[in-house]
């Protein structure tokens, strides 16, 4: 049985990759600073390490202790907004500290690494689909530190013989169980479940774009998907010497109005969102083509936006944020 490192395992994502890698038969360990994430979260029993991944002997130490196989590497900083006004921080945190982890990993001779990306490497594609080998033209320094991110893990597959498997999200969402929710600000489907608690219209964030009804596209995965296909990525680096790329969406582009109406559905009531002025790099469409990952890995969404804010807004009301 192999024992996989989950970094961010106490957050949104990472709590369910604990799960999904606990019911594949294999054992877990947590490493998160708990900046974000929730103890709570944390399955009963699971290992946890109080420690940053920046903190390369805390890092190894775990390593060692817990006879770690693999590390899953989730933890960062994500807010693309937030990274163009703090760039530097971004950098420190996400480039810096993913290279502490990676010494770690050598120092101790942990070979098997899963990569949390992002499609935000893309930027604004020239085309949708978006496919793996498109240009990577980042929109902000949270993207250029996940391209970094990138060349770290595969320099590292080259030099010290890791077998990876990068992971390039699309909009992630919804919950596989009540107490794993999206809390976050900056996701929009907890940000209209935000503004409606407040009594507030939720906003539309420009209605000018080129696509249907002149709101932003993107390409919504329900997180009980991701986490399987973190799942099969590591089993992909456990039984070859692995260096590849996916994406992990469904394919399918849901316009901003479209979730909006969704959730309005769901919960039985008019949303009516207020239109505000763009946001800075947003792209007017994001889409994922997804035949590489379910080619080599067998791996295929199943849940539809409907189903990922239905089960967002169940998470929502069991688990109301402070």
């Not at 006004?85 to 098997?112: F, I, K, S």
């Not at 997180?223 to 394919?251: K, P, Q, T, Y």
Request: proline share 5%; with cysteine; charged share 20%.
């Amino acid at each position: 049985m192999t024992t996989w490192l989950i970094t961010g395992g106490a957050g949104y994502i990472g709590s369910h990759v604990v799960r999904a890698l606990q019911d594949s038969g294999r054992k877990v360990v947590v490493l998160d600073d708990f900046s974000s994430g929730l103890e709570r979260k944390v399955p009963a029993g699971v290992p946890i390490v109080r420690a940053s991944v920046a903190d390369r002997a805390a890092v190894a130490g775990a390593l060692r202790a817990h006879r770690v196989d693999g590390v899953i590497h989730l933890a960062a900083k994500k807010a693309a907004g937030e990274s163009v006004t703090m760039p530097l921080y971004y950098y420190r945190e996400n480039v810096g500290g993913m290279v502490e982890l990676l010494a770690a990993m050598n120092d101790v001779g942990v070979t098997q690494f899963v990569y949390s990306s992002s499609a935000a490497v893309y930027g604004t594609p020239s085309a949708n689909p978006i496919y793996e080998d498109a240009q990577l033209a980042p929109d902000s320094p949270y993207g250029e530190t996940k391209v970094v991110g990138e060349w770290l893990t595969r320099n590292a597959g080259l030099a010290d013989g890791v077998s990876w498997v990068a992971l390039r999200y699309f909009n992630v969402a919804g919950a596989a169980s009540d107490d794993l929710g999206d809390n976050s600000i900056n996701n929009l489907i907890p940000m209209v479940f935000r503004a409606l608690a407040l009594g507030e219209r939720p906003q539309i964030f420009g209605d000018d774009y080129p696509t249907a009804d002149g709101t932003c596209i993107r390409d919504y995965i329900h997180v009980a998907d991701l986490a399987d296909a973190h799942v099969v990525a590591a089993a992909r680096c456990e039984s070859s010497r692995s260096a590849e790329i996916f994406n992990v969406g469904r394919g399918v582009g849901s316009s901003v109005r479209e979730v909006m109406d969704t959730i309005g559905s769901v919960i039985g009531r008019d949303v009516e969102p207020e239109v505000v002025a763009r946001r800075v790099g947003d792209p007017p469409a994001s889409t994922a083509a997804t035949d590489r990952i379910e080619k080599a890995l067998g791996w295929r969404a199943t849940h539809d936006l409907r189903a990922m804010v239905a089960s967002a807004w169940s998470a929502w009301q069991a688990f109301p944020p402070n």
